[in-house]
């Protein structure tokens, strides 16, 4: 079945670095979405790309889809306090078995 | 407001006791899913229904039975609870089908622990 891999497991950055997760999929997606969990709450929808090659902005996140629509990376700007949380990828791959979560990336801020 | 409601929120039980938990949608949507979260194994997917009376196995469905009588509703049946199903349990809907995919709601989630 459709495997999704994401790096790194956890990140410690200092507040106001720059931090990246990465996503890899087995298979050829039809889209993928970006997810961020704060600690203690539910997985909450940031964002979907669909197109090869999409990149996305939201104020200090950039979110890229490759262009063979297999890997897709989160990158946050100038980190702050309000961006601790794990941020997941889903991908899905078209079929009725829905989203297939990666693991998830813990971003921990040293203020 | 859109919204997915997940009852209960937290569950302590004991081993072989038969327990439900319950998801209910207010959006319309057909796609409703399951998902049991552990530390470092991420979401995974347990059961999902793509529309009334139409469910199926996701990745983990061992231990775990799933209906959906109303459009609106998602239960999760425990029916003989082992401590391996102590976990953080997400009920989640969209609009997702063959072919198309949108945002998943989640729900607050339902931490259980089986002793």
């Known amino acids: 079945g459709q495997q999704v891999m994401q790096i790194p497991q956890y990140q410690h950055v200092q507040e106001g670095e720059d931090f990246t997760t990465y996503c890899n999929s087995s298979t050829t997606l039809s889209n993928i979405q970006w997810y961020k969990q704060r600690p203690g709450g539910h997985p909450v929808f940031l964002i979907q790309l669909v197109k090869s090659g999409e990149v996305k902005k939201q104020k200090r996140l950039t979110f890229q889809f490759g262009e063979a629509k297999k890997n897709s990376s989160l990158h946050i700007t100038a980190t702050q306090t309000t961006d601790v949380g794990t941020y997941f990828c889903?991908?899905?791959?078209?079929?009725?078995?829905?989203?297939?979560f990666g693991k998830g990336t813990h971003l921990i801020i040293q203020p | 407001e859109a919204q997915v409601t997940q009852n209960p929120r937290y569950l302590i039980t004991v081993t072989g006791k038969k327990l439900t938990v319950t998801c209910s949608q207010n959006m319309n949507h057909e796609y409703m899913s399951w998902y049991r979260q552990d530390p470092g194994l991420g979401l995974r997917q347990i059961y999902y229904s793509m529309n009334v009376e139409v469910t199926d196995k996701g990745d983990v469905p061992e231990g775990y039975k799933v209906s959906r009588k109303e459009k609106r509703n998602f239960p999760l049946i425990l029916e003989s609870p082992s401590p391996n199903q102590t976990s953080l349990y997400f009920c989640?809907?969209?609009?997702?089908?063959?072919?198309?995919?949108?945002?998943?709601?989640f729900g607050q989630g339902t931490r259980l622990t089986v002793v």
């Open positions: 989640a809907s969209s609009l997702t089908g063959v072919g198309v995919s949108t945002e998943a709601f």
């Open positions: 889903a991908g899905y791959g078209g079929g009725a078995d829905g989203l297939t």
